[in-house]
């Protein structure tokens, strides 16, 4: 369609501009899986997965191998790019009606923006909200909305089922968000963003949300204050190994500051030789395992069921109160990628806090990445794999032929000794 009668709104080029095309500011770094039980019958919450980054130390000084965000996106960004040269009155290149749908939906979320965060910080700071609390609050007032289809679905299985706690009285689709197979990795997802109506290619994305449910959930260190935040540079570093560099609720800290923090008198040495300091993760270690593990069975899963599409980088959406993570994983190339984390927030006036223009822009194009995503790279990345088929190697066909989708129950399976059992056991007949 020709000459769109629709301006955007200029924030989305401010946004686009000053954070998301700055290449050190937005970046994915390069995964490989170290260890890992894939080939167990075990739930996403026991999932086991540790990683690394890939190092690059040509220059004498070790850097994560990474991926600036507009490389990825490359579409979107030069779509945005295309619409601010042709200025206010319009375009005039051929944009399909997907597209459009996509751009009038963060138009419109932007022009509500003040009431749905509005909605959003009353349910957050709410002392009772339980994580379905949470999660419906981010599909009804952030992610739901800047989605194709403008829909969601919440895992079926939450406790505490009730309309959004914000004072709108929308009541959200509860219903089956299992995925997996029994076999191998499998559970339930948080949040399922689905596809728009049917004449268009099903293109889900999940979102898993991470609320530490603590003995500080109940007290005012809960709200969301941001005293600490720094808003001309909120963004915080890729996860080259999260036990390195890691980053607390309580400390945002830019790039160069992240080298020469201390947290009393402990320091640890990245490999480069800069010191860092390692302090409380927000995400828990834990739960970052489980993420990486269900954004993997995730893209196995799309590309089994839909091999038609051009690319197979699906997302994973780690969100909290706080802050926003995304892992990508490309499962006809085996490519894993890990996001900046970045905070939601930013303080607008000393009694009012907003969300980031950047945020929104950022997860518009990662939910609409069937529309947005055009990497092209991965014959550069073909060193860079994470070699997860040959940690499930045991196990591959099922994640290759036999995932399944919207499953509500998953059946009991035993696992089998491992390896090292059999081991044992051949030593003791030999002797």
Known sequence: MRNMALVLDKRIFHALNNYLCEEKKF????????????????????????????????????????????????????????????????????IDDHTKSAL????????????HVKSLLTVLNMDDASETDISVAFGEHLLGLLAPGKTYRVDGRSKGKRRCQCGCDAFPAFNNTGIGHEEVWHGYIDLVLPSCPSSYEDMPSIAKIVVQMDEEKH??????????????????????????????????????????????????????GKSIVEVKQVLPEKEYEQALAQTIVFSLLQKKEHPEFK???????????????VLLYDAENDILLCGNRF????????????????????LWMVLN?????SFSKTETLKHYKSNFPIFAAGKWEIYKNDLKSNVAHFNAVENSPNVQFFLQTSVKLLK
């Open 219 to 272: 007290s005012k260190k809960r709200k969301l204050d941001f005293d600490d935040i720094d808003s001309e540079d909120p963004r915080n570093l890729p996860r080259p190994d999260i036990n390195d560099t890691v980053e607390s609720e309580e400390d945002s800290v830019s790039t160069e500051e992240m080298t020469e923090i201390e947290e009393g008198e402990e320091k640890k040495t990245s490999p480069g």
């Open 104 to 115: 009038i939906r963060l138009n419109e979320y932007l022009e509500n923006k003040d009431r």
């Open 311 to 325: 690319h197979h980088m699906i997302p994973n959406i780690v969100i909290s109160p706080k802050e926003v993570e």
């Open 27 to 94: 970046l994915f770094g390069v995964l490989k899986v170290k260890s890992c039980n894939a080939t167990l019958s075990v739930p996403f919450s026991k999932a086991e997965c540790k990683y690394d980054g890939y190092w690059d130390d040509t220059t004498g000084i070790s850097e994560m191998c990474a991926i600036p965000f507009q490389t990825i996106f490359d579409k979107g960004v030069s779509l945005l790019k295309m619409i601010e040269d042709a200025g206010e009155d319009g375009w005039t290149d051929e």
């Open 369 to 373: 990445y069937k529309i947005f995503c």
């Open 343 to 362: 905070r939601l927030f930013v303080e607008k006036n000393s009694e009012r806090l907003t969300l980031f223009d950047y945020s929104i822009v950022f």
